[in-house]
């Protein structure tokens, strides 16, 4: 099983780029605290993970999220490899992202209010198609 979970904050603004046949592909790196903190530092640390989103998704990471921005990472571990100019090998291990969850806009106060969240990323989690209910209308 390759699966990988993330939660973290964007380090830089996301590259959005199009592959040669039009497919859409964003990369972003995710820093993410680390369980423990440093025994010396008494500070937690971080890991740099590099992230791969493709498509649709890719359009919307690159337009809605900034440096910054807390975001949930599902996806799988990839490793790939590189002629250098330099004539060496390189590896890159990244997570190609399978879903991308909006947490948090840099510089918004960390509630955990889902809908005001979303509402704030100009989506709403229920779709656009929400039509007003009035009590009476509810059958409890």
Do not use: H
Not at 31 to 48: G, K, L, P, S, W
């Amino acid at each position: 099983m390759n699966r990988a979970m993330l939660i973290g904050r964007l380090t830089k603004d996301p590259d959005l780029r199009a592959t040669g046949s039009g497919i859409s592909v964003c990369t972003f790196t995710v820093a993410v605290d680390r369980r423990f903190q440093n025994r010396d530092t008494q500070t937690r640390e971080a890991d740099f993970i590099p992230v791969v989103v493709w498509r649709g998704q890719a359009e919307n990471c690159a337009k809605y999220l900034q440096k910054g921005s807390q975001v949930a990472i599902s996806g799988s571990i990839q490793t790939r490899t590189y002629d250098a100019p330099d004539g060496s090998k390189r590896y890159i291990t990244e997570v190609v992202a399978d879903e991308v969850q909006f947490l948090s806009r840099p510089n918004s106060s960390d509630n955990n209010d889902d809908a005001a969240r979303a509402a704030s990323l100009g989506n709403s989690p229920f779709g656009n198609n929400m039509q007003a209910v009035e009590d009476e209308d509810i059958p409890f």
